[in-house]
């Protein structure tokens, strides 16, 4: 089992529709997440990172964070197609542990005009 | 201010050949992580530093790699007798700190291809 799931896609949308991106981990001791947006060449560049339960909105972005489920997911709300690109969420060990990132596979979001 | 740099972008090599790979942190930043990123394979994690000790060997693939950073700044992964498995994008990160809520930001990436 790999320590974080998401589902490959690609997910396609609509534009301006609601595009909801989920990831799982296996890690209880996890303690922090992140989402980063990869284009196609490019390297990953960060949305927004959650340690807390609960929800983090920025801008049009919202984590969540459920550790009980172990499960986190990002919501893109009026999906653009500049959004269009691999989203990679990523499990953030404890600091004793020196913090590295462990990364999903990524799934692929589609935002059609 | 600059973003981490990387160099070369691309890296074309011969089978048997040894690479130097170059990461340049932003400025400040004690921790500096190097990761791997090849087709049906994600992003995975290499080697971490914090400061000029690499407290985290665990996901260097092999013998063949090693890295080392001097002055508390610039890293080199060097990769010895390279093999067709070891083509993929190595990409380098760097935080402010180790602490689990530092932000993570990356390189352009050296693309690496061993014919």
């Known amino acids: 089992q790999k320590e974080v799931e998401q589902n490959s896609g690609p997910l396609s949308v609509p534009e301006g529709a609601i595009a909801s991106l989920n990831c799982t981990y296996s890690d209880r001791g996890s303690q922090s997440f992140f989402w980063y947006r990869q284009y196609s060449g490019k390297s990953p560049e960060l949305i927004m990172f959650i340690y807390s339960n609960g929800d983090k909105e920025d801008g049009r972005f919202t984590a969540q964070l459920n550790k009980a489920s172990q499960y986190v997911s990002l919501l893109i709300r009026d999906s653009q197609p500049s959004d269009s690109a691999t989203y990679l969420c990523a499990a953030r060990g404890p600091s004793n542990q020196g913090g590295k990132l462990i990364f999903g596979q990524g799934t692929e979001l589609s935002v059609k005009p | 201010g600059a973003g981490v740099s990387q160099s070369p972008s691309n890296k074309v090599t011969e089978k048997g050949k040894d690479v130097e790979l170059r990461c340049d942190p932003i400025s400040g930043h004690t921790a500096l992580y190097w990761y791997r990123q090849s087709l049906g394979q994600g992003l995975e994690f290499l080697i971490y530093f914090q400061g000029n000790s690499a407290p985290d060997k665990s996901g260097l693939p092999s013998d063949r790699f090693s890295a080392e950073r001097t002055g508390g700044s610039v890293s080199t992964l060097t990769i010895q007798r390279t093999q067709q498995e070891d083509s993929a994008v190595y990409l380098c990160?760097?935080?402010?700190?180790?602490?689990?809520?530092?932000?993570?930001?990356f390189g352009p990436g050296t693309r690496l291809t061993v014919l």
């Open positions: 990160a760097s935080s402010l700190d180790y602490s689990s809520t530092d932000t993570q930001y």
